[in-house]
């Protein structure tokens, strides 16, 4: 199978402080991964494109000041929230690319579990 | 950008019978129309997925029609059971792999 995961599953911050939440392809590489939203009883939204070695591509509204994103490997991407603030609390989702067939399918996309995350 | 809607919010079922959630889209361009399954504090998990080169999808009890022309695809569940009550997501995929999704349908089955 294709495992992705997330890493705190959950974590609770004092408003002010950073913090990073770690998205990991356990056995495929990602050249690619998606990092979204989710407000409680609302939809998933896409926040961002994280590219293997290249800068982030975010959506729009989305600040990239402060939602920091590294790709520093295949298998890892860190979403961090700098100075969180008590409207950032929210459920934060990881996907990951995972090409696969012949010829190779782009589509298919694998999520972590996600972390909770809540700002005091 | 791409637009997608998902109607029903809310559908709820007895046991045994058929639900069906629909979604549009807005870009032609979209290829990819997968369904999720979301249950509380969970990740999503796909239940089915179609190709835009594909008109319909079976797979057990689930299936997934999409009408291309008219930008719309359909999740059909039949035989519904209590295990069923979730939220499903429809999402759509087209440049860049990146997934635009519905705002989702509380499905709750009744014994």
């Known amino acids: 199978g294709a495992v992705v995961s997330q890493h705190p599953s959950r974590v609770i911050c004092k408003s002010g402080t950073s913090v990073k939440i770690e998205c990991r392809s356990l056995?495929?590489?990602?050249?690619?991964m998606f990092w979204y939203r989710q407000f409680p009883k609302q939809s998933l939204m896409l926040m961002a494109t994280s590219n293997e070695g290249s800068k982030a591509t975010y959506e729009q509204g989305v600040e990239k000041d402060k939602f920091l994103i590294n790709h520093a490997s295949l298998t890892l991407s860190t979403l961090t929230v700098t100075s969180a603030h008590p409207e950032d609390s929210s459920f934060y989702i990881c996907?990951?690319?995972?090409?696969?067939?012949?010829?190779?399918?782009?589509?298919?996309?694998?999520f972590g579990p996600g972390t909770r995350l809540t700002v005091l | 950008g791409e637009n997608v809607e998902q109607h029903p919010s809310t559908l709820s079922v007895q046991e045994g019978d058929s639900a069906v959630i629909k979604c549009t889209y807005s870009d032609s361009a979209s290829n990819y129309f997968p369904w999720y399954k979301q249950e509380l504090g969970k990740r999503p998990q796909l239940i089915i997925d179609i190709r835009s080169n594909v008109g319909e999808k079976k797979d057990q009890r689930i299936a997934v029609t999409l009408n291309k022309t008219a930008k719309h695809f359909s999740l059909h569940i039949t035989e519904t059971q209590p295990e069923d009550s979730a939220v499903y997501f429809c999402?759509?995929?087209?440049?860049?792999?990146?997934?635009?999704f519905g705002a989702g349908t509380r499905l709750a089955v009744h014994p």
């Open positions: 996907s990951a690319i995972r090409t696969s067939g012949n010829p190779p399918i782009y589509n298919e996309q694998f």
């Open positions: 999402a759509a995929s087209g440049g860049y792999n990146k997934l635009i």
């Open positions: 056995d495929f590489q990602a050249t690619t």
